[in-house]
């Protein structure tokens, strides 16, 4: 499984900043890729909280079904896909001295092996890096905006 590490600092409080995060309508606003990410649950937040979601890179759309495995409120949130492509990502949120909040992040995901693994990998692995980048710093103006 293939990770990538990312960190963040936004003008936010805790609070807002996780209170955003953990609404799955915000998650097309700042998630780079994803076009629909819809919960399929009857909790719509929080541990057990299970989500439809698609990402459009490039021509190809990549479905999973993601569940939220790990909650803690203002501080830790994990989805791991149950099905579909791969991946996990772990958010955790910490303050800054300046009152701000600093955003870690682990992203985990491995790719099908055979001809079919190295075909997506030629599509997913140019992009996933700059997804990354991406991803951080619309989360950040996001969060600096609606705060």
Same mark, same amino acid.
């Given at each position: 499984?293939?990770?990538?590490?990312?960190? &963040?600092? @936004?003008?936010?409080?805790? *609070?807002? @900043?996780?209170?955003?995060?953990? *609404?799955?309508?915000?998650?097309?606003?700042?998630?780079?890729?994803?076009?629909?990410?819809?919960?399929?649950? *009857?909790?719509?937040?929080?541990?057990? &909280?299970?989500?439809? @979601?698609?990402?459009?890179?490039?021509?190809? &759309?990549?479905?999973?079904?993601?569940?939220?495995?790990?909650?803690?409120?203002?501080?830790?949130?994990?989805?791991?896909?149950?099905?579909?492509?791969?991946?996990?990502?772990?958010?955790?949120?910490?303050?800054?001295? *300046?009152?701000?909040?600093?955003?870690?992040?682990?992203?985990?995901?491995?790719?099908?092996?055979?001809?079919?693994?190295?075909?997506?990998?030629?599509?997913?692995?140019?992009?996933?890096?700059?997804?990354?980048?991406?991803?951080?710093?619309?989360?950040?103006?996001?969060?600096?905006?609606?705060?």
């Amino acid at each position: 499984m293939r990770e990538i590490n990312r960190s &963040a600092v @936004a003008s936010t409080s805790r *609070d807002a @900043a996780f209170a955003y995060m953990d *609404d799955f309508r915000n998650v097309p606003q700042w998630m780079f890729g994803i076009s629909r990410f819809e919960p399929t649950s *009857d909790i719509l937040s929080g541990l057990g &909280a299970t989500y439809d @979601a698609t990402m459009q890179i490039g021509p190809k &759309a990549l479905t999973s079904v993601v569940h939220v495995t790990e909650w803690v409120h203002n501080e830790r949130l994990t989805l791991e896909s149950v099905e579909g492509l791969s991946n996990s990502s772990t958010w955790s949120f910490s303050d800054t001295a *300046d009152g701000g909040t600093r955003l870690d992040v682990v992203f985990r995901y491995s790719l099908p092996g055979g001809i079919a693994g190295k075909v997506l990998g030629a599509v997913v692995e140019p992009v996933v890096g700059q997804a990354i980048k991406h991803t951080e710093s619309t989360l950040r103006a996001r969060l600096e905006a609606t705060d």
